[in-house]
């Protein structure tokens, strides 16, 4: 398939019409009828379009024809030819050649392509299409041989483009650069892994996992990726890594909990068991993700000895699995001269007890003790009764402790009522990220109107994941404004965000991803916008069709229906054949090409193979040679 990424699309030359010669004699001899015009066959008069558009001033139509004269098999002269073609100055000339000589069986191939990389002349975005037609054994080879080479610099924009065409070999050619024996290649491949999306490159870190989920430095730069990313994102290939190193192991299977996972429970206790401090708080603090009510016997073991830190913890833990065993310890905490485990004990006696609870939460919010203020604001949080909210602003007005301070405004997100929104407004500029992506989440999970000043506001933050989730709630609560939000936003949101919003909007999505395949402009950020929008799009197979059927119709992107033809006959195949054939005899040359080119894969279509004949004569230079390479089956 040709790519969206290449400034250029397959193109092709064309050919002057052969006419008979007629003789006139001289003198007054009889008149002598007209010689008739000579007559070729299609196949005939093809291969003699080929050959004229090697002289072709139009250096694109001229690369297609050096790729289509080596279907003369009696030409003596191709191996001349093609060494000639090698030298031209133009790209898309050297570019029909590369794949001229790879069709013959000529090396020569591999230079233009090592050159073409190599040297910071060509972007890698223009040059790595030609390899879109060579088998995938002799693309990785001479992929791997350029990136070893050491004469020059190129190793991370070929790798940046790689990734950024996101072609569906790509998987493999990670797994087989990682692999390479040459360092260089190594760690450029390690260099491009470590900042792949998520979402966009799964396949990829599902192969390079699998492969390489026993090289501990492929595995910490895996879990890094998965740390730093949304929590809300699957990260099923984790499960693969299986690093030597034991710190590494551990912190895997807290990122795994992190993700979800709830298989790694078990292996979490394990780890809080044997570890102590910071190590065994961020091990409990992983498993209240995925903990299991089978779990309360090995939980309260680690009671015995514990500090209060722990013992908080595992309260809390315990609390939030409905175990309401521990009532009467939890009282002697709550009520006990010891200030440093008074928290637990009113944490779990808040939780459990629910909304009879209130008043006494509602005292402990100006407690003395820090963790007790925390434990207090949790247990509102979870209740969410309206009656909180003038509770937690008074004691937010007189809150100097940034980490209590983050756990109110966290309780205030919990109360999903007007009034709650109302006072999460005025905490949309807090100095701390983390705490107004907390603040402006709840915003958009409300669908609330009223809230959609700060939302608003919340677009101009200096943080893209708060901008990106001010949008989310404008999708949410606000379709009419959304639209002129969307526009604004699409070309600066994250990687994967468009697959993240269609993934949980689902069918809302379909027109704000029309607007972002129609609208995200032909250069490289705006194509790699549209390209996550089209594979958005394929997650909404009954939107989809009807999508890339209107932009055919109505956009005035020759790109852009290049790029939508393709995709429409890679779903439909020879259903899509009336467009592609009403594109080829279109008036538009540019969306002609692919067209025709698309003409030779339908088939067993007589119409088809009609209208190559045909486009044999065509007057234009580009749509002649097009018609001809495809008629020869190049």
């Known amino acids: 398939m040709p790519s969206p990424f290449a400034r250029s699309n397959r193109i092709v030359l064309s050919s002057a019409v052969l006419l008979g010669t007629v003789l006139q004699p001289l003198g007054p001899a009889p008149a002598l009828a007209a010689a008739p015009a000579v007559k070729l066959s299609p196949k005939d008069n093809a291969l003699y379009i080929m050959r004229s558009g090697l002289k072709s ?180 290939w984790l499960t693969a890594l299986k690093p030597k190193d034991q710190a590494l192991a551990r912190r895997v299977v807290l990122i795994r909990a992190a993700h979800g996972d709830k298989t790694v429970g078990k292996s979490l206790l394990q780890i809080a068991k044997a570890t102590t401090g910071a190590e065994q708080t961020q091990a409990l603090q992983a ?50 001269t010891d200030v440093d485990v008074r928290a637990p004990g009113v944490f779990y006696l808040g939780w459990v007890g629910g909304a ?18 925390i434990a207090a604001a949790r247990v ?58 907390v603040v402006v989440k709840a915003l958009a999970d409300s669908g609330d109107p009223a809230v959609r000043a700060g939302l608003q506001n919340a677009l101009n933050d200096s943080d893209p994941r708060i901008r990106f989730e001010a949008v989310r709630g404008f999708l949410i609560s606000d379709p009419a404004k959304a639209v002129d939000v969307w526009k604004r936003a699409i070309r600066w949101l994250p990687r994967g ?10 069918k809302t999505m379909g027109s704000f991803l029309e607007i972002a ?22 997650n909404l197979p009954e939107t989809e069709l009807a999508v890339l059927h209107k932009v055919l119709n109505t956009s005035d992107d020759q790109d852009l229906r290049v790029r939508v033809l393709t995709q429409l006959f890679e779903l439909e195949k020879g259903k899509v054949a009336t467009e592609i ?15 025709i080119r698309l003409l030779g894969k339908i088939k067993g279509d007589k119409e088809a193979q009609e209208i190559l004949t045909k486009l044999l004569d065509e007057p234009d230079e580009r749509v002649r040679i097009a018609a001809a390479l495809t008629f020869l089956g190049g």
């Open 57 to 236: 001033a139009d250096f694109l139509a001229r690369g297609m024809a050096y790729r289509g004269v080596v279907m003369d098999k009696s030409n003596k002269d191709l191996k001349q030819i093609l060494e000639d073609g090698a030298t031209d100055p133009q790209w898309p000339v050297r570019k029909g050649v590369a794949e001229a000589m790879y069709a013959v069986k000529n090396a020569g191939w591999k230079k233009i392509v090592h050159d073409a990389l190599a040297l910071p002349v060509l972007s890698a975005y223009e040059s790595l299409p030609v390899l879109d037609e060579i088998p995938q054994k002799d693309a990785f080879a001479v992929l791997i041989e350029t990136l070893a080479d050491k004469e020059h610099s190129q190793q991370d924009v070929i790798f940046r483009a790689l990734v950024g065409r996101n072609r569906p070999d790509l998987p493999a050619f990670f797994v087989t650069a990682l692999a390479s024996k040459d360092a260089l290649v190594q760690a450029s491949a390690k260099k491009a892994l470590a900042n792949v999306d998520l979402i966009l490159h799964s396949k990829t870190l599902e192969a390079v996992a699998k492969a390489q989920g026993g090289n501990d430095e492929v595995a910490k730069i895996l879990a890094d990726l998965a740390a730093l990313s949304d929590e809300r994102m699957p990260a099923g």
């Open 287 to 336: 498993y209240k993700k995925v903990a299991d009510k089978g779990d309360v016997a090995a939980l309260k073991e680690l009671l015995a000895g514990a500090n209060p830190e722990l013992i908080f913890q595992v309260y809390e833990i315990l609390a939030r699995m409905g175990d309401r065993s521990m009532a009467k310890e939890a009282q002697d905490l709550a009520s006990s």
């Open 356 to 373: 009879g609870r209130l008043r006494e939460m509602h005292q402990y919010l100006t407690d003395g003790v820090p963790s007790v203020r």
């Open 380 to 437: 509102l949080g979870n209740i969410g009764s309206p009656v909180s909210v003038e509770p937690l602003r008074d004691a937010l007005d007189n809150e100097h402790d940034d980490r209590v301070r983050v756990e109110f405004v966290r309780a205030l997100t919990g109360i999903r009522a007007k009034e709650g929104y109302q006072a999460l407004m005025m905490y949309t500029r807090e100095k701390e990220p983390d705490l107004r992506r």
């Open 497 to 506: 965000a468009l697959l993240e919003l269609t993934r949980e909007l689902n």
């Open 517 to 538: 395949v129609f609208s995200a402009g032909s250069d490289e950020q705006g194509v790699t916008v549209r390209e996550e929008a089209m594979l958005a799009l394929h």
């Open 581 to 595: 054939k009403t594109a080829a005899l279109g008036q538009q040359v540019r969306a002609r090409i692919p067209a």
